[in-house]
């Protein structure tokens, strides 16, 4: 099977297009810096600042394509100092995610429901999947080797035709098990 590769998630957000205007000014477009690990998916040059109850975080990159929810994704050191509690979820799902407000050149935005930790997961193009024998939705473990290594539990298998093959984690997961974008890892059976 093929080597399972690891992309560090650093703290990011998705803007839907009518948060990027408020943020950024009306008919903004995003501006693409670099491809990331999944097709279509890009670094924009555009940063934010992240405003919770006890601090904020400047320089905050701006993922894209744009989405139809903007959607606000830390690690967990970075939620306690934004004085925030968000819930671990799959990308997507903001039911219950805890609110924020983004501070752009032209503008703020508040939300109510915005900011999560994203399960960690693994993207899997369809052939990928049946390779591993897995499907959509499956969790497994995935074990990480060398000095720090260990076996996550609970990590969520993401099956799209147009994904690439690729594990992310966020940086404090990263940290903990000392991984950095590029490693390798591999599949536990579940």
């Known amino acids: 099977m093929k080597p399972i590769v690891v992309g560090v998630s650093n703290r990011h957000l998705h803007l839907s297009q009518a948060d990027l205007e408020t943020l950024f000014g009306p008919g903004y477009q995003l501006t693409k810096v670099k491809d990331l690990g999944q097709p279509g998916q890009y670094a924009a040059e555009e940063t934010v600042t992240l405003i919770g109850p006890k ?43 805890a609110p924020i407000t983004i501070e752009g050149p032209c503008g703020c ?19 990928d999947a049946e390779a591993y024998g897995v499907k959509d939705k499956d969790m497994v473990q995935v074990r990480v080797g060398g000095d720090r290594g260990v076996i996550f539990d609970n990590v969520l ?17 990263a940290n903990a098990a000392l991984l950095r974008n590029g490693d390798v890892v591999e599949v536990v059976k579940p």
């Open 109 to 127: 935005v508040q939300l109510e429901e915005a900011v999560i930790l994203a399960w960690r997961h693994i993207h899997m193009h369809t052939s």
């Open 157 to 173: 298998v993401r099956v799209r035709d147009d994904f690439a093959l690729e594990m992310h984690v966020d940086t404090d997961e």
């Open 55 to 97: 601090g904020s975080i400047p320089g905050v990159r701006v993922l894209g394509p744009v989405r139809s929810r903007t959607q606000v994704e830390v690690a967990m050191t970075d939620a306690y100092r934004l004085g925030v509690k968000p819930p671990v979820r799959d990308s997507g799902n903001l039911e219950g995610a």
